[in-house]
């Protein structure tokens, strides 16, 4: 996400034709390369850069239903509402902050709920709240094709009044913002359906992804408990938005059981999710104070306690990989001692602990050297059957790049896949065996060069 935001910033293109040397397969629209990429401009190339458009995207998220929480709700539910969106941040970490397309979807789908629920209420145009949900989706698209599952309950909630004419409008307004950013020059159509289209079509459900989705999908349903205690006193659009969420909820198990993919797909429901946990209590309990404060407390907990694991997580992540501190002034090191030349990083044999040093090739991109080869999108063109790029076999045999920086002690280019284990990166391996040798060792990297170099 880092270096093809970079790309962006710099007026490259995002998206290359598979025959490129460069070609890196991407399911994601350009929104969220687009989002990140405005920091990077704004602030240079850096790798904390980098992390602002998902860390931005969550605060934006929260101050999105903080509005929509005072003005829907009244004052007095800006404390809980707050509350509830962020315990659901925190038990969605890392995903709902970190450098991924997630965020701005999760974004996107707050600014919706506070835009349909406000303009859909009666005294305002009936076109208004469709417009603007219509704008938001085609965005929300943008980002990931199943976009529009997420706003899908709030088109029966907010913009069904005059719906023969709502919904075509609201078609018609995502359609065309689906559409715009593809007029860009780094975003040529046709490379991102042809990815989108090889990709999708291979893949299907893994048992153990849908069992973990099913898992964490679990405190999702917690406002649908309360369905059955506040149905009476709910208006009929309500009844269909908390419906139309629950059978969302369920299809999006799909996108998040499938092969490559993991629960994290069903994040941005979360600003639907804290919405109807205040709808729903307050539906169901408003007759009894007490309960209500009980009520929402345990709304609030659960998440929390949910979450806590997921701090602990991340702290230990952090705590434990404070080492790439060393690992990034040694990549600063390699390129010092070969000024103007091309420093590519490539992979060893780890495909988890190792492999995460690798995440650091975004300095190398920040400072102008190619990465023309990418773990994860190499795994995903091996799982679909795409052959070998000969581009790429061709400029690795020419020794394009004089140098490579491969994690230390470690065989290049060794690294099984995580789909069935496949042996996806053997033909660049051989290639690059044959033009390279080893040059120096590292505590982190070791540097490889060209034979005779």
Same mark, same amino acid.
């Given at each position: 996400?880092?270096?093809?935001?970079?790309?962006?910033?710099?007026?490259?293109?995002?998206?290359?034709?598979?025959? @490129?040397?460069?070609? !890196?397969?991407?399911?994601?629209?350009?929104?969220?390369?687009?989002?990140?990429?405005?920091?990077?401009?704004?602030?240079?190339?850096?790798?904390?850069?980098?992390?602002?458009?998902?860390?931005?995207?969550?605060?934006?998220? !929260?101050?999105?239903?903080?509005?929509?929480?005072?003005?829907?709700?009244? #004052?007095?539910?800006?404390?809980?509402?707050?509350?509830?969106?962020?315990?659901?941040?925190?038990?969605?970490?890392?995903?709902?902050?970190?450098?991924?397309?997630?965020? /701005?979807?999760?974004?996107?789908?707050?600014?919706?709920?506070?835009?349909?629920?406000?303009?859909?209420?009666?005294?305002?145009?009936?076109?208004?709240?469709?417009?603007? !949900?219509? *704008?938001?989706?085609?965005?929300?698209?943008? *980002?990931?094709?199943?976009?529009?599952?997420?706003?899908?309950? !709030?088109?029966?909630?907010?913009?069904?009044?005059?719906?023969?004419?709502?919904?075509?409008?609201?078609?018609? @307004?995502?359609?065309?913002?689906?559409? @715009?950013?593809?007029?860009?020059?780094?975003?040529?159509?046709?490379?991102?359906?042809?990815?989108? %289209?090889?990709? *999708?079509?291979?893949?299907?459900?893994?048992?153990?992804?849908?069992?973990?989705?099913?898992?964490?999908?679990?405190?999702?349903?917690?406002?649908?408990?309360?369905?059955?205690?506040? =149905?009476?006193?709910?208006?009929?659009?309500?009844?269909?938005?908390?419906?139309?969420?629950?059978?969302?909820?369920?299809?999006?198990?799909?996108?998040?059981? /499938?092969?490559?993919?993991?629960?994290? %797909?069903?994040?941005?429901?979360?600003?639907?999710?804290?919405?109807?946990?205040?709808?729903?209590?307050?539906?169901?309990?408003?007759?009894?104070?007490?309960?209500?404060?009980?009520?929402?407390?345990?709304?609030?907990?659960?998440?929390? &306690?949910?979450?806590?694991?997921?701090?602990?997580?991340?702290?230990?992540?952090?705590?434990?990989?404070?080492?790439?501190?060393?690992?990034?002034?040694?990549?600063?090191?390699?390129?010092?001692?070969? #000024?103007?030349?091309?420093?590519?990083?490539?992979?060893?044999?780890? *495909?988890?602990?190792?492999?995460?040093?690798?995440?650091?090739?975004?300095?190398?991109?920040?400072?102008?050297?190619?990465?023309?080869?990418?773990?994860?999108?190499?795994?995903?063109?091996?799982?679909?059957?795409?052959?070998?790029?000969?581009?790429?076999?061709?400029?690795?045999?020419?020794?394009?790049?004089?140098?490579?920086?491969?994690?230390?002690?470690?065989? #290049?280019?060794?690294?099984?896949? /995580?789909?069935?284990? %496949?042996?996806? &990166?053997?033909?660049?391996?051989?290639?690059?065996?044959?033009?390279?040798?080893?040059?120096?060792?590292?505590?982190?990297?070791?540097? =490889?060069?060209?034979?005779?170099?």
């Amino acid at each position: 996400m880092a270096i093809r935001s970079w790309r962006v910033a710099q007026g490259l293109p995002a998206y290359m034709p598979p025959d @490129a040397p460069d070609f !890196l397969l991407t399911l994601y629209g350009p929104l969220p390369y687009l989002w990140n990429g405005l920091w990077l401009n704004l602030f240079g190339g850096a790798i904390a850069c980098s992390k602002l458009g998902g860390i931005l995207a969550a605060l934006l998220t !929260l101050a999105a239903f903080a509005h929509h929480a005072w003005h829907r709700f009244g #004052p007095i539910w800006l404390a809980p509402g707050l509350a509830l969106m962020s315990a659901g941040l925190l038990m969605a970490t890392p995903f709902s902050l970190w450098t991924r397309a997630d965020p /701005v979807t999760l974004m996107l789908v707050a600014l919706a709920l506070t835009a349909t629920a406000q303009l859909g209420r009666s005294g305002k145009s009936w076109w208004m709240a469709p417009l603007a !949900l219509g *704008v938001l989706t085609g965005l929300a698209m943008n *980002v990931k094709a199943h976009g529009f599952l997420f706003m899908a309950p !709030l088109a029966l909630g907010f913009a069904a009044r005059r719906w023969p004419f709502a919904w075509p409008l609201a078609s018609l @307004a995502a359609a065309l913002a689906w559409y @715009a950013p593809f007029l860009l020059p780094s975003f040529p159509l046709e490379p991102y359906l042809g990815g989108l %289209q090889r990709a *999708v079509g291979v893949r299907g459900i893994e048992t153990d992804l849908l069992l973990l989705s099913i898992k964490r999908m679990l405190p999702f349903l917690a406002p649908l408990l309360l369905l059955p205690w506040a =149905w009476k006193n709910l208006p009929g659009n309500e009844r269909l938005y908390a419906l139309a969420y629950g059978a969302c909820l369920a299809i999006g198990l799909y996108p998040a059981s /499938v092969a490559g993919s993991a629960w994290y %797909q069903l994040i941005p429901f979360l600003p639907l999710w804290a919405d109807l946990c205040l709808r729903l209590s307050r539906a169901a309990l408003a007759e009894r104070p007490r309960r209500l404060l009980a009520g929402l407390t345990l709304l609030i907990l659960i998440p929390l &306690l949910l979450g806590w694991p997921s701090q602990r997580r991340l702290q230990k992540y952090m705590s434990e990989r404070a080492f790439m501190t060393e690992a990034a002034a040694e990549i600063e090191a390699a390129m010092a001692r070969h #000024p103007g030349q091309a420093v590519e990083m490539g992979f060893g044999r780890d *495909v988890a602990e190792t492999y995460r040093t690798t995440f650091l090739k975004p300095m190398l991109a920040f400072k102008g050297h190619p990465t023309s080869l990418d773990g994860w999108s190499d795994m995903e063109m091996a799982f679909i059957g795409m052959k070998p790029s000969e581009s790429r076999r061709d400029r690795l045999s020419g020794c394009a790049s004089p140098w490579w920086l491969i994690p230390a002690g470690e065989p #290049p280019f060794t690294m099984p896949s /995580v789909f069935q284990g %496949q042996d996806f &990166l053997f033909a660049y391996r051989q290639s690059f065996l044959e033009a390279y040798e080893l040059k120096e060792k590292g505590q982190f990297f070791d540097l =490889w060069g060209c034979r005779g170099g």
